[in-house]
C-alpha cells in the first residue's frame, strides 16, 4: 500500500511539471503571435488551454483522493495541500496566456503591437520565458536558492510594465484608444503572469521547508 501511495504522490509531481511546461509553451506561443500576427500560434495557445484546465482539475481530484484515503501527515501532507495552491496558480498562467492570444486573434491580419511598443512587449516576454524556465527547474528540483532568484525576475517585469505604462501616457502616443487599451491589458496580462510565477516558487519553498517565505 506504500509503494501504490508514493507512486500517487510521483504521478502527482509528474503532473505538475506537465502542467508547468504547458504554461511555458503557452506564453511563448502568445508572445509569437502577438509580435508577428500568428493566428495559427494564437488558436494553439488557445486549443492548448483546455488541456491545462482538465490537468488541473484532474490533479486537484486525486490530491483530495490520496488525502481522504492515506490521511498524510506532516511533509506528504504539506506537499499535497501546496500542490491544490500551486496548481491554481499554474492555471491562471494558463489563462493569462489565453488572454494574450486573444489580443493577438482579435486584431489579425494586422499585429497587435504598434512598432514603439515592440521592444518592451518583446522583453516581457522573454521575461516570463526566463521566469517560467526557472519555476520548472524549482519544481523539478525544489531549488529553494533558484526560487528565490525568480522573486528579483519579477521586479523586472513590473519595471517593463510601468514602461509600457509609460509609453502609453506619452504626448507622443498617436496610436489611438484601442491600442492603448490593448496595451495597458498586456501589460497587466504580463505582470500577472510573472506574479503567478513568484507564487509557485514560493509554495515549492513552502513544501520543502515548512515555512512561508516573505513577501
Do not use: C
Request: aromatic share 4%.
Amino acid at each position: 500500500m506504500r509503494d501504490v501511495y508514493h507512486d500517487e504522490l510521483d504521478d502527482i509531481g509528474k503532473g505538475v511539471i506537465e502542467m508547468t511546461n504547458l504554461v511555458a509553451i503557452a506564453m511563448d506561443r502568445a508572445t509569437s503571435a502577438l509580435l508577428d500576427a500568428n493566428l495559427a500560434q494564437a488558436e494553439a495557445v488557445m486549443a492548448a488551454d483546455k488541456r491545462i484546465d482538465t490537468l488541473r482539475t484532474d490533479l486537484e481530484e486525486r490530491t483530495f483522493q490520496v488525502i481522504s484515503r492515506q490521511q498524510p501527515v506532516a511533509t506528504d501532507l504539506r506537499v499535497l495541500i501546496s500542490t491544490i495552491h500551486l496548481t491554481a496558480d499554474l492555471e491562471r498562467m494558463g489563462d493569462l496566456a489565453d488572454h494574450v492570444a486573444k489580443i493577438a486573434r482579435l486584431r489579425f491580419p494586422e499585429s497587435a503591437v504598434p512598432e514603439e511598443a515592440r521592444d518592451v512587449i518583446s522583453q516581457m516576454g522573454e521575461v516570463a520565458r526566463s521566469l517560467v524556465t526557472k519555476v520548472a527547474d524549482v519544481v523539478d528540483g525544489r531549488d529553494i536558492a533558484l526560487a528565490q532568484a525568480i522573486e528579483a525576475e519579477d521586479d523586472s517585469m513590473d519595471a517593463l510594465r510601468r514602461k509600457l505604462f509609460t509609453l502609453v501616457l506619452s504626448p507622443n502616443w498617436s496610436r489611438g484608444t484601442e491600442a492603448a487599451i490593448d496595451m495597458t491589458l498586456l501589460g497587466r496580462y504580463y505582470e500577472r503572469y510573472a506574479d503567478h510565477a513568484v507564487a509557485v516558487a514560493r509554495h515549492t519553498i513552502f513544501i520543502v521547508t515548512g515555512r512561508r517565505p516573505e513577501h
